[in-house]
């Protein structure tokens, strides 16, 4: 058994986290915590009535007295960096699905996690559709450069561009490098109009609103065609069988890995 805590457990991913843990045959819910749920219960949480699991305020005091192998993380781009190193420090392994990392706190958790020899997995996006999508869109940037990144969430999300977003840009920009796009002369009458730019030219458009759940269009442009590769998360379900096997496979590291992809595709 792998005895599981869910950090951010009242939130939209937190609850169905929760859900997922308890009904898979191989792992155990030992904690609960979020601070806007303190001295609930899990069970309520999810949706099935009492369990007899108050959810915690406080991660370090929930670590100490669960002693869970894996921590899941699903909180707040404010508060998951730390989250993630107070579970790394007690040689909890993080399962981290929170985005909003930059790149220098992506580093530290690698050194810090390679430094205990505490396996961590930082997934930007844990639907296999969107690690298609990406994928695809990797590949496809060989044969067509010029390319914009649209990505639609619903309107309570905390970070934009989204980590997917930002994810897609990294792979494009590894693929074909600096690349100009458009015309130089190109004048933005409202800042912000042509999207946020991400190194190496790639343009980021965030939509948010009521009713989306999690979705990314990637748009490429050749000469008299275009190509679209679309991936829609109709609903937080996408996302358990990713964070399963990343609660898993991170099991058997000794390091942080940063994608999913490098768990599905290469290993
Ligand atoms: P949410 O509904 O706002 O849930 C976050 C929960 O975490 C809230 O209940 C929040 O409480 C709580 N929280 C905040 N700080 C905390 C802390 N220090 N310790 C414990 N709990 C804390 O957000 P969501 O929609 O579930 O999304 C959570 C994150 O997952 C976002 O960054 C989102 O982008 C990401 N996400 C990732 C994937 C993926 O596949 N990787 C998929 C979907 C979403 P308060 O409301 O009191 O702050």
Redesign the pocket.
Known sequence: MINVLV????????REVLKTIWNADDTELMAA?????AGEDAGVLMGIGSIGMEVKSD?TSALESARPDVMVD???????Y??TMIALERRVRPVV????FNPEEIQRIKDTSTKFRTGCIV?????IG?LLMMRFAAEACKYFPNVEIIEL??D????AP???AVKTAELITGMRGEFKQGSPLEVEKIPGARGGEFEGGIRIHSVRLPGFV?HQEVLFGGLGQTLSIRHD?IS?ES?MP??LLAVRRVMGLEEAVYGLENIIFER
């Open positions: 950090n951010g457990a009242a939130g939209r991913m937190g915590v979020d601070p806007q749920a991660l699903f909180t707040t781009p404010g508060t998951v730390g989250n699905g929170t985005t909003g997934a930007p996006n844990f639907a969107a969430h619903h309570q999300k905390l970070d989204s980590g997917t999690a998360s937080r996302f990713g964070v």
